[in-house]
Protein backbone atom coordinates (compact mmCIF):
# COMPACT_ATOMS: atom_id res chain seq x y z
CA UNK A 1 0.00 0.00 0.00
CA UNK A 2 2.44 2.41 0.87
CA UNK A 3 5.13 1.45 -1.98
CA UNK A 4 2.33 2.13 -4.44
CA UNK A 5 1.73 5.53 -2.77
CA UNK A 6 5.36 6.57 -2.63
CA UNK A 7 5.09 5.05 -7.42
CA UNK A 8 2.16 7.79 -7.18
CA UNK A 9 -0.29 4.89 -7.97
CA UNK A 10 -3.15 4.32 -5.78
CA UNK A 11 -3.25 0.46 -4.81
CA UNK A 12 -6.09 -2.10 -5.94
CA UNK A 13 -8.84 -0.80 -4.16
CA UNK A 14 -10.61 -4.65 -3.95
CA UNK A 15 -6.97 -6.31 -2.79
CA UNK A 16 -6.86 -3.24 -0.13
CA UNK A 17 -10.38 -3.65 0.85
CA UNK A 18 -9.58 -7.16 1.99
CA UNK A 19 -6.62 -7.00 3.36
CA UNK A 20 -8.23 -3.54 5.29
CA UNK A 21 -10.90 -5.93 6.67
CA UNK A 22 -8.59 -8.54 7.19
CA UNK A 23 -6.45 -6.29 9.59
CA UNK A 24 -9.25 -4.50 11.40
CA UNK A 25 -10.08 -8.42 12.43
CA UNK A 26 -7.30 -8.71 13.78
CA UNK A 27 -6.50 -5.76 15.70
CA UNK A 28 -9.95 -5.51 16.79
CA UNK A 29 -9.31 -8.92 18.19
CA UNK A 30 -6.36 -7.43 19.95
CA UNK A 31 -7.86 -3.95 21.57
CA UNK A 32 -9.90 -6.54 23.02
CA UNK A 33 -7.51 -7.87 25.56
CA UNK A 34 -6.03 -5.68 28.29
CA UNK A 35 -3.13 -3.47 27.21
CA UNK A 36 -0.83 -5.40 28.55
CA UNK A 37 -1.30 -8.23 26.42
CA UNK A 38 -1.39 -5.98 23.50
CA UNK A 39 1.62 -7.78 20.97
CA UNK A 40 4.23 -5.78 19.09
CA UNK A 41 4.21 -7.43 16.08
CA UNK A 42 3.03 -5.89 13.35
CA UNK A 43 1.86 -8.93 11.17
CA UNK A 44 -0.30 -9.63 14.58
CA UNK A 45 -0.87 -5.91 15.79
CA UNK A 46 -1.24 -3.96 12.36
CA UNK A 47 -0.23 -0.32 13.40
CA UNK A 48 -3.60 1.46 13.51
CA UNK A 49 -2.12 4.23 11.15
CA UNK A 50 -1.98 2.14 8.33
CA UNK A 51 -5.18 0.80 9.01
CA UNK A 52 -6.43 4.61 8.65
CA UNK A 53 -4.25 5.17 5.62
CA UNK A 54 -6.19 2.11 3.76
CA UNK A 55 -9.29 3.69 4.89
CA UNK A 56 -8.48 6.90 3.39
CA UNK A 57 -6.95 5.34 0.05
CA UNK A 58 -10.39 3.35 0.12
CA UNK A 59 -12.33 6.82 0.52
CA UNK A 60 -14.57 5.01 2.31
CA UNK A 61 -15.88 7.19 5.55
CA UNK A 62 -17.30 4.11 7.29
CA UNK A 63 -13.77 2.10 6.91
CA UNK A 64 -12.22 5.71 8.14
CA UNK A 65 -14.81 5.74 11.25
CA UNK A 66 -13.70 2.13 11.98
CA UNK A 67 -10.06 2.64 12.13
CA UNK A 68 -10.23 5.98 13.72
CA UNK A 69 -12.44 4.22 16.99
CA UNK A 70 -9.30 1.91 17.06
CA UNK A 71 -7.11 4.54 16.67
CA UNK A 72 -9.34 6.62 19.87
CA UNK A 73 -9.06 3.06 21.81
CA UNK A 74 -5.34 2.68 21.83
CA UNK A 75 -5.09 6.57 22.99
CA UNK A 76 -7.47 6.33 25.36
CA UNK A 77 -5.93 3.10 27.22
CA UNK A 78 -2.18 4.15 26.66
CA UNK A 79 -3.00 7.92 28.48
CA UNK A 80 -4.96 9.06 31.20
CA UNK A 81 -6.79 11.17 29.22
CA UNK A 82 -10.31 12.55 30.11
CA UNK A 83 -13.17 11.90 27.13
CA UNK A 84 -12.77 15.74 25.82
CA UNK A 85 -8.88 15.67 26.10
CA UNK A 86 -9.09 12.08 24.03
CA UNK A 87 -11.37 13.38 21.40
CA UNK A 88 -9.06 16.52 20.79
CA UNK A 89 -6.34 14.18 20.02
CA UNK A 90 -7.81 11.94 18.02
CA UNK A 91 -8.72 14.82 15.56
CA UNK A 92 -4.89 16.37 16.26
CA UNK A 93 -3.89 12.45 15.13
CA UNK A 94 -6.34 12.08 12.30
CA UNK A 95 -5.12 15.44 10.80
CA UNK A 96 -1.23 14.45 11.11
CA UNK A 97 -2.35 10.74 9.50
CA UNK A 98 -3.78 12.25 6.44
CA UNK A 99 -0.51 14.60 6.01
CA UNK A 100 1.55 12.01 6.70
CA UNK A 101 -0.33 9.74 4.03
CA UNK A 102 -0.13 13.02 1.79
CA UNK A 103 3.23 14.04 2.16
CA UNK A 104 4.01 9.95 0.74
CA UNK A 105 2.77 10.73 -3.23
CA UNK A 106 5.61 12.37 -4.30
CA UNK A 107 4.56 13.90 -7.27
CA UNK A 108 2.68 17.36 -6.36
CA UNK A 109 -0.28 17.15 -8.77
CA UNK A 110 -1.34 13.84 -7.57
CA UNK A 111 -1.16 14.83 -3.93
CA UNK A 112 -3.05 17.69 -4.30
CA UNK A 113 -5.66 15.68 -6.83
CA UNK A 114 -5.86 12.73 -4.00
CA UNK A 115 -6.24 15.35 -1.45
CA UNK A 116 -8.98 17.45 -3.14
CA UNK A 117 -10.88 13.69 -3.12
CA UNK A 118 -10.25 13.46 0.66
CA UNK A 119 -11.71 16.83 0.91
CA UNK A 120 -15.19 15.65 0.07
CA UNK A 121 -14.64 12.95 2.64
CA UNK A 122 -13.14 14.54 5.43
CA UNK A 123 -12.52 18.06 5.20
CA UNK A 124 -12.08 18.78 8.41
CA UNK A 125 -8.61 16.65 8.15
CA UNK A 126 -7.29 17.72 4.92
CA UNK A 127 -4.68 20.77 4.97
CA UNK A 128 -5.42 23.75 2.71
CA UNK A 129 -3.63 23.66 -0.67
CA UNK A 130 -1.36 26.71 0.49
CA UNK A 131 -0.07 24.37 3.97
CA UNK A 132 3.42 23.31 3.26
CA UNK A 133 3.80 19.40 3.46
CA UNK A 134 6.18 18.53 6.51
Do not use: Y
Not at 66 to 71: G, Q
Request: with cysteine; charged share 30%.
Amino acid sequence: MITSVQNNKLPDPVMLRNRFEFALTKKLGIVKLPPAFWMRDPKINPPSAHLFWAALLLKDRHRIDMALSVIAVELAENSSLGAVECGRKVEEEAKELVRELLDRFPDQDIRQRFAAELKEIVAEWVPDAGEKPR
